[in-house]
């Protein structure tokens, strides 16, 4: 499903009205019948309803629903924030209509003692173009909204929400529901924003479809993912579903190895070798019973070094058809060599984590060194390192640092955490609404590298890799919690889960991330 910023919505509007000849008036009459409908069919039993109107068209939105739920028979007053005089075009029509008709309007901009208790409070303050901090009198407006213990709706998005980013401007409505009109806006498929937004409704209000054709943000959803899983065909073998190669663990951390590679068997990866300095590998063969180990040479501390270089890309040159690296693999001076060595002279796609991550950071220059598509799968602490930011500029820019990161070094970054954002070299941008808090430990990450390396190496480009890979993982934990509870979920149990989130993306289970205005 498509999502839009603050300016691509705009530029919608703008040529539905100035070139396809689409009145506004008619737009803001689509917008508004919408939320009426939203609010006969989500609070049947309600009778007074409180509009709460700004001064721009979001509040000429609000004029249109005020209207359609007088014609239902309900009492609904009209809260005005700005002086009539200043109403406009669309929005200034819509006024004299209600004032017209006898709808109630009540001036709110000296003191909010004026308001009436309702069942059903309907914010149109402000709608996406709201980009500055909320402050004043319009703040005190909101945090009297969020005050009242009636449920709460939102004209397009919650007043004082950043259409982009989904960080309130200072201050935003807390909605129970978001009616959000054409596509849904970034800001609330992210978080914070998810939680200021509650239940989102799409409403069409008839700008032509053309206009979204070449959007570059989308949610992933079963439909997208569907149209990306190959089936398996009966006259196949373990060669048809490609051999990933591993490079992962040091001494202490062959957990990392073991998941990496059982991730990686779980999505259907026909074979796997994991790369183990030599003194591990009878640790590791003994974890691992379907998955093969290549024991390599290793540094007197038991790690990857200068001497193991040779060796292994004698074996990545051997039919292996991607490359998986990072989990536990230490971050030495011995280590980094022969790791910045790999990536240059790999012949493979490769998915990087962990360490691996870490000691990319420390040498960003190897990315324009690198001849192969790259992912990489930084959670926000090892993307803070890799750009130099603290994590909560990171978090509070994830798309945007996202998209930024893989265009200037041409790799796919896959910036992990409640909400996951993929991002392409070529700009695209996808989130993933699968997954839960339960997944918040130790070793979740491993397993995701395995996957997505799996997905490489089966065939899938890196793009399609990403996407299946975050939402079966993300689907696998929300399984598990289903079953179990979210506490206490670990890695294993997402390991053992994945085939059955692979069938049910396979057999076209769906579920609704938005819910459409019929």
Do not use: W
């Not at 009459?29 to 609070?43: L, S």
């Not at 009966?234 to 490079?247: E, Q, R, S």
């Not at 993933?432 to 899938?460: E, K, R, W």
């Amino acid at each position: 499903m498509k999502l839009a910023t603050r300016e691509i919505i705009r530029e919608i509007d703008r040529i539905s009205i100035e070139e396809y000849g689409i009145p506004g008036l008619i737009l803001m009459e689509n917008a508004g019948r919408a939320v009426a409908k939203v609010v006969i069919q989500e609070f049947p039993q309600s009778k007074r309803i409180a509009i709460f109107a700004g001064g721009g068209n979001n509040g000429g939105d609000g004029f249109v629903v005020s209207r359609h739920l007088i014609s239902n028979g309900l009492d609904v007053t009209t809260y005005l924030t700005s002086e009539p005089q200043k109403y406009r075009g669309d929005a200034l029509t819509n006024f004299e209509i209600l004032r017209k008709i006898g709808g109630k309007l009540v001036d709110i901009r000296n003191g909010l003692s004026h308001y009436q208790e309702a069942d059903v409070i309907i914010d149109a303050l402000f709608g996406t173009g709201l980009d500055r901090e909320v402050e004043g009198f319009y703040r005190d407006v909101i945090e009297f909204i969020n005050s009242q213990p009636v449920p709460r709706i939102a004209v397009d998005i919650p007043s004082g929400l950043n259409a982009d980013t989904g960080f309130p401007l200072g201050v935003s409505v807390k909605a129970d529901i978001t009616v959000t009109f054409v596509i849904p806006k970034i800001g609330l498929t992210i978080y914070p924003g998810i939680d200021y937004a509650g239940k989102v409704y799409v409403a069409d209000i008839t700008t032509p479809k053309s206009l979204e054709k070449d959007i570059s943000s989308d949610l992933i959803t079963y439909d997208t993912v569907q149209r990306i899983i190959k089936p398996r065909h009966k006259d196949t073998h373990k060669g048809t579903y490609g051999h990933l190669f591993i490079l992962a663990g040091s001494p202490g951390k062959t957990g990392a190895a073991t998941l990496a590679a059982q991730g990686a068997l779980r999505a259907g990866t026909g074979l796997v070798t994991v790369g183990i300095p030599r003194s591990l590998n009878p640790i590791i063969a003994q974890k691992l019973t379907e998955a093969m180990t290549e024991p390599l040479p290793e540094t007197e501390s038991g790690t990857f070094g200068r001497e193991s270089i040779e060796a292994t890309l004698k074996v990545i040159s051997s039919r292996k058809t991607a490359l998986a690296l990072g989990p536990g693999i230490s971050t030495t001076q011995d280590t980094a060599e022969f790791l910045y060595d790999i990536l240059k002279n790999s012949s493979i796609p490769i998915v990087a984590d962990a360490d691996g991550i870490t000691l990319i950071a420390q040498n960003l220059r190897i990315l324009k060194e690198i001849k192969v598509p790259l992912v990489l799968t930084p959670h926000p602490g090892e993307m803070s390192r890799l750009i130099g930011k603290t994590g909560e500029e990171v978090q509070r820019n994830r798309i945007g640092i996202a998209r930024d990161f893989s265009s200037m070094y041409n790799v796919y970054t896959v910036l992990k955490g409640a909400r996951t954002v993929i991002s392409t070299p070529d700009g695209r941008v996808f989130i993933n609404p699968t997954g839960n808090p339960g997944m918040a430990s130790g070793g979740m990450g491993d397993v995701l590298t395995g996957i997505i390396g799996g997905f490489l190496a089966q065939g899938y480009n890196p793009a399609d890799a990403c996407i299946l890979g975050v939402f079966s993982h993300g689907l696998s934990g929300d399984l598990v919690a289903h079953e179990k509870g979210e506490a206490g979920i670990i890695a294993g149990d997402v390991v053992n889960t994945l085939p059955k989130a692979l069938r049910e993306i396979l057999q076209g289970k769906e579920k609704e991330f938005f819910y459409r205005v019929h």
